[in-house]
């Protein structure tokens, strides 16, 4: 069931969920971390009073103090140096009553201190700061009730123990461990120290943390209404806008305003629009070809029924003989009609699933004329066609596009050249470069264009060779229209200059950079 909510659910719900499944691990690393912060200080803390600890009970061991109350004062006030720097050091025997204690011995606070001037002072002041001094040392004696601790510690099989306590709103870590003696154990070594740089340590993190979390949290949130703005909302205008095509809506026109952007939506907006515009050009194109298809084969039907009548009851020999040219003409009139048309069709779907890749244009004519020649010198008929590259600068013509195709607009052009010209005649191709194009101009020496609109030439099914008829479809050069659009080419025709004689069509293509 989930896993069929996240495969149907949007880009937007997956990004969420899987935010959300990172925040939940985050926030359980979290947890885990802020429960570690504490115990880690406070046993980095407690490695520092082991040290210390250390060092008092060699110095025990080393000058041979015994454990009681009067050797381990004497030595306290005689080693201060050892624990200076620490809040309170107290030792107990094993009994668990205290033996010494840092804060109830006079330790000779001038070695601790910087000097002081001295003062004259009232006796009764002193009496008063006295009383205050001892009410005080005495109650920071109350604070712990260290015993019960090192009564816990003599049951841990005289392992080091650390506590880190809140008592008083002051929060202590303490470390205690056995002073021992030749192995065998004298008595127990406390150190407490306030430790309230810890808890300030924690609260730092934890914020930090915190404000992490906030912050990370706003980013998501901002990229969350930018994605859905200006990735997935597109998107979703882009499937309504196919959907709407699919039904012949009109109505949808949001794309339009992504078609301008710069960015992949644009880009894919763009391409979109332009697969979908193609493709009704290609319905189009296929409706019309039909109905044209339709009424160029209407006429020779037309004219096969009439004639087939007429024939049937024709008794004159000649005239049938006429009759039946008229019906063979039409027969072949519609069988290249089909075929050409079937072709063509053919041609269409296979460009679309041939592969594009690099021609060198010249080697593409020079192959296609070498078979038209041969074919020529065959047939007996003195026609030449000559392929002129002067204008080449010395490179090569190479263009991108599909090379059976470009063989097969040079082929109809040829083809419809030929048909043209008279015998003892020349075709000439000639190959030039300008402005980063490729520019190919055909011309024979033929009666040229009789046309007032030449771009004529160029529509379906159009012919203007009465005497070769049924030899032509009509549907050569608009082949070769559409091959050269295709390729990103430009086609056009014309007579030649200066009142020469002949045709001249004309084919731009981007060259490849």
């Known amino acids: 069931m989930r896993l069929n909510f996240i495969r149907s659910s949007s880009i937007l719900s997956k990004f969420l969920f899987v935010n959300l499944i990172i925040f939940l691990f985050l926030g359980i690393f979290t947890i885990l971390y802020l429960q570690a912060i504490k115990p880690n200080l406070i046993k980095n803390r407690s490695i520092q009073h082991s040290k210390v600890i250390e060092n ?3 110095h025990l061991n080393r000058l041979e103090i015994e454990f009681n109350k009067k050797s381990v004062l004497e030595f306290l006030l005689s080693s201060r140096f050892l ?15 205290l033996i010494a204690d840092t804060n109830t011995l006079d330790l000779a606070k001038e070695s601790f201190v ?10 009764g002041k002193l009496e008063k700061e006295k009383d205050t001094k001892i009410k005080n040392k005495e109650k920071k004696q109350s604070i712990f009730n260290i015993e019960n601790f090192v009564k816990e510690h003599s049951k841990k099989n005289n392992q080091k123990l650390v506590l880190g306590k809140r008592i008083n709103n002051d929060f202590y870590v303490i470390t205690i461990k056995s002073f021992k003696k030749e192995n065998s154990t004298e008595g127990y070594i406390v150190i407490s120290e306030v430790a309230n740089d810890i808890l300030v340590a924690v609260t730092e993190r934890k914020n930090f943390i915190l404000r992490t979390v906030f912050y990370v949290t706003i980013v998501i949130i901002i990229f969350s209404v930018i994605l859905n703005r200006y990735i997935l909302k597109p998107i979703r205008v882009l499937v309504q806008y196919t959907k709407a095509k699919k039904e012949k809506d009109q109505k949808i026109d949001k794309v339009e305003k992504y078609l301008s952007r710069a ?3 644009g880009l894919l907006s763009r391409s979109l629009n332009e697969m979908t515009e193609d493709l009704y050009k290609r319905i189009n194109i296929a409706e019309t070809f039909s109905s044209d298809l339709t009424h160029e084969i209407r006429n020779p039907l037309a004219s096969l029924k009439a004639a087939s009548e007429v ?17 063979k003409h039409d027969v072949e009139r519609i069988d290249r009609l089909i075929t050409d048309y079937s072709q063509m069709l053919k041609d269409e779907a296979t460009f679309s699933r041939a592969e594009m890749k690099k021609i060198d244009l010249t080697n593409v004519l020079n ?12 047939l007996n008929k003195k026609i030449i066609v000559k392929v002129i590259s002067n204008g080449l600068n010395g490179k090569k013509p190479i263009i991108y596009g599909v090379e059976s195709k470009i063989e097969q607009v040079i082929a109809n052009i040829l ?6 010209s008279y015998p003892d005649s020349e075709i000439l191709i000639f190959c030039k470069l300008i ?10 020496e033929g009666p040229g264009f009789n046309e007032k609109k030449i771009d004529k030439v160029f529509s379906r099914f159009y012919s203007n060779r009465p005497e070769k008829f049924g030899e032509h479809s009509g549907l050569g050069l608009n082949i070769v229209k559409n091959i050269v659009e295709l390729h990103g080419g430009i086609i056009s025709a014309s007579n030649k200059d200066n009142g020469k004689k002949g045709a001249r069509i004309k084919i731009i293509l981007p060259i490849y950079k």
Do not use: G, P
């Open 56 to 58: 008092i009970s060699n």
């Open 415 to 420: 083809d419809n050249s030929i048909s043209f």
């Open 114 to 123: 910087e000097s002081q001037k001295i003062e004259e002072t009232k006796i």
């Open 263 to 265: 960015d992949e939506v």
């Open 311 to 327: 024939l049937d009851k024709t008794i004159d020999n000649n005239k049938r003989t006429k009759l039946i040219t008229i019906i």
């Open 83 to 97: 624990f200076q720097n620490l809040d309170r050091l107290q030792l107990y025997d094993l009994n668990f009553k």
């Open 367 to 378: 192959s296609v004329t070498e078979d038209f020649n041969n074919d020529l010198s065959n």
């Open 435 to 444: 402005d980063n194009k490729i520019e190919l101009t055909f011309e024979d």
